[in-house]
């Protein structure tokens, strides 16, 4: 009989780790979603687990990938630069790899797409949804939020989830705005993001954020007991605060961005 694990992290789902393969529930959207992750692995694009079917009673079988995967606060290792900057690089990997299966693919998510539709945004590019190797992100888990979008709506909640940009108040983040900013413009750097997303890098993070929120409310609204509990729990509170820190700190990062002057 294989090991059998609850994996810690699941803040929507229980996971559970059957020997080499993981059981997720499914939702309306998994089919598109297998669909994605088949398409990687035939394009050579193996950081993502491959799909092995559905158990009779909807639980999603995946491949297990080893390694440490971080909550909050941030381990050592996720909070590194090699992390940052491997983090980065394996998302524009992953983008890259979704280009013509984003052209080809437009409903059937959990998300909306969003325009202009460039790749196949993760949806939650986070350390709790990346598997590290020691210091080095070398996997992506949990697609469930994976929706067609431009490349900088996911660029964007991933800087604010590994730079971070997070206020002081909120534990789960780490380092001065000044510290942030540095690492949001390295972030962006590996990944390699043009200028002029560059330049609405910050508003973008905001909106992510206010976005992010909005859904919150309409699952809890939907009858979705888990997001109801991060309502309760004052999750989209930390959230707007955040958004409001990054507006008050917006010279800290546009002068990190190369946006001006100092």
Same mark, same amino acid.
């Given at each position: 009989?294989?090991?059998?694990?609850?994996?810690?992290?699941? &803040? *929507?789902?229980?996971?559970?780790?059957?020997?080499?393969?993981?059981?997720?529930?499914?939702?309306?959207?998994?089919?598109? /979603?297998?669909?994605?992750?088949?398409?990687?692995?035939?394009?050579?694009?193996? =950081?993502?687990?491959?799909?092995?079917?559905?158990?009779?009673?909807g639980f999603e079988i995946l491949d297990f990938l080893p390694g440490?995967?971080? !909550?909050?606060?941030?381990?050592?290792?996720?909070?590194?630069?090699?992390?940052? #900057?491997?983090?980065?690089?394996? @998302?524009?990997?992953?983008?890259?790899?979704? /280009? #013509?299966?984003?052209?080809?693919?437009?409903?059937? $998510?959990?998300?909306?797409?969003?325009?202009?539709?460039? *790749?196949? +945004?993760?949806?939650?590019?986070?350390?709790?949804? +990346?598997? @590290?190797?020691?210091?080095? *992100?070398?996997?992506?888990?949990d697609f469930d939020t994976a929706h067609p979008g431009p490349r900088? $709506?996911?660029?964007?909640?991933? *800087?604010?989830?590994?730079?971070?940009?997070?206020?002081?108040? !909120?534990? %789960?983040?780490? &380092?001065?705005? #000044?510290?942030?900013?540095?690492?949001?413009?390295?972030? +962006?750097?590996?990944?390699?993001?043009?200028?002029?997303?560059?330049?609405?890098?910050?508003?973008?993070?905001i909106a992510r954020l206010r976005a992010l929120v909005d859904f919150?409310? %309409?699952?809890?609204?939907?009858?979705?007991?888990?997001?109801?509990?991060?309502?309760?729990?004052?999750?989209?509170?930390?959230?707007? =605060?955040?958004?409001?820190?990054?507006?008050?700190?917006?010279?800290?990062?546009?002068?990190?961005? &190369?946006? &001006?002057?100092?």
């Amino acid at each position: 009989m294989p090991d059998r694990e609850i994996l810690a992290g699941g &803040g *929507v789902n229980e996971v559970v780790r059957i020997g080499a393969t993981v059981q997720r529930p499914t939702g309306p959207w998994s089919p598109v /979603v297998h669909g994605l992750l088949r398409y990687l692995r035939a394009r050579g694009f193996t =950081a993502s687990p491959a799909v092995h079917g559905v158990t009779d009673d909807g639980f999603e079988i995946l491949d297990f990938l080893p390694g440490e995967v971080s !909550n909050y606060p941030a381990t050592p290792a996720a909070a590194s630069l090699e992390a940052l #900057e491997s983090a980065a690089e394996l @998302l524009r990997s992953y983008h890259d790899s979704t /280009v #013509e299966y984003a052209r080809d693919v437009v409903g059937g $998510w959990m998300l909306p797409a969003r325009v202009p539709v460039e *790749v196949i +945004c993760h949806g939650d590019y986070a350390p709790h949804n +990346c598997v @590290l190797d020691g210091d080095r *992100v070398v996997g992506i888990i949990d697609f469930d939020t994976a929706h067609p979008g431009p490349r900088l $709506w996911d660029v964007a909640y991933a *800087v604010y989830r590994w730079a971070p940009t997070t206020a002081p108040a !909120n534990a %789960a983040g780490f &380092g001065t705005a #000044e510290e942030q900013a540095r690492r949001a413009r390295l972030f +962006c750097d590996r990944y390699g993001l043009d200028a002029a997303d560059l330049a609405s890098l910050v508003d973008t993070i905001i909106a992510r954020l206010r976005a992010l929120v909005d859904f919150m409310h %309409a699952q809890a609204a939907a009858g979705n007991a888990a997001f109801a509990g991060h309502l309760a729990d004052g999750h989209h509170l930390q959230y707007l =605060a955040d958004a409001a820190y990054l507006n008050e700190q917006r010279a800290v990062f546009d002068r990190q961005l &190369g946006l &001006g002057g100092g």
